[in-house]
């Protein structure tokens, strides 16, 4: 299964942007790149996702590179409320299903 | 998206002893999945729950300490067997529905064996 390294954690001015950098070189042409977060205490929440384009939404923008070896979470104007471990994972299909195997997460503080 | 709920929520339990968790979802889901979240680590996946057939397990992980039950649909239970102190640990339900590009989450069951 394709694997993923994260930052330990990361600082980060509230109001300016979060770049969150993950590697996942070992992954394979149809595995998708998925990032959760997840609150102290809270079960994981989703984020985005993308296989190869980039992708936007309203909580965050993916870039991943053209070799797809790594991508890169931005939240554009982080808040105090964006505090989180911020998990990247790779979605595995297998046998008619998929595994969603995750990274060790990237420990986001937003500072004041 | 669909909504799920576990219980109980958290749990202290005496070593030896067995705990099941129930995983219920609001609407049909085609997977769910459970992990197991060690203090201050990421989550690991358990078992893929396969409705009305045996659960697939991760490497490292066996049916006689993790049974899985998965009898419909949108309920799923997970036994954690014979505890012993490092088995303390947040266990996760996650689902996902066929027109879902994304799983889902529960709040999880905190467990402290003692």
């Known amino acids: 299964d394709a694997k993923t390294t994260q930052p330990t954690s990361m600082d980060c001015a509230e109001g300016r942007a979060a770049n969150l950098p993950c590697n996942h070189s070992t992954i394979s042409g149809n595995e998708y790149v998925y990032w959760y977060r997840q609150i102290h205490s809270q079960g994981p929440q989703y984020i985005i996702h993308?296989?190869?384009n980039n992708e936007t939404n309203e909580m965050a923008s993916l870039i991943i590179t053209e070799d797809r070896k790594s991508s890169t979470l931005i939240l554009p104007h982080a808040t105090l409320r964006d505090t989180a471990v911020y998990y990247c994972?790779?979605?595995?299909?297998?046998?008619?299903?998929?595994?969603?195997?995750f990274g060790t997460g990237t420990r986001l503080k937003v500072l004041a | 998206s669909a909504v799920i709920s576990q219980k109980p929520s958290r749990d202290i339990c005496q070593r030896g002893t067995s705990l099941t968790i129930q995983c219920q979802v609001d609407?049909?889901?085609?997977?769910m999945f459970w992990y197991r979240q060690q203090p201050g680590q990421s989550l690991t996946l358990i078992a893929t729950?396969?409705?009305?057939?045996?659960?697939?397990?991760e490497s490292g992980f066996v049916i006689d300490k993790f049974p899985i039950s998965r009898p419909n649909l949108t309920f799923s239970t997970l036994t954690v067997s014979n505890m012993s102190p490092e088995d303390s640990s947040i266990y996760l339900c996650?689902?996902?529905?066929?027109?879902?590009?994304?799983?889902?989450f529960g709040q999880g069951t905190r467990l402290t064996v003692v």
């Open positions: 996650s689902a996902k529905a066929q027109g879902d590009t994304e799983a889902f």
């Open positions: 729950a396969n409705q009305g057939s045996e659960a697939t397990y």
């Open positions: 609407s049909q889901v085609t997977m």
């Open positions: 994972i790779v979605r595995v299909a297998t046998s008619g299903t998929y595994k969603y195997i």
């Open positions: 993308g296989l190869k």
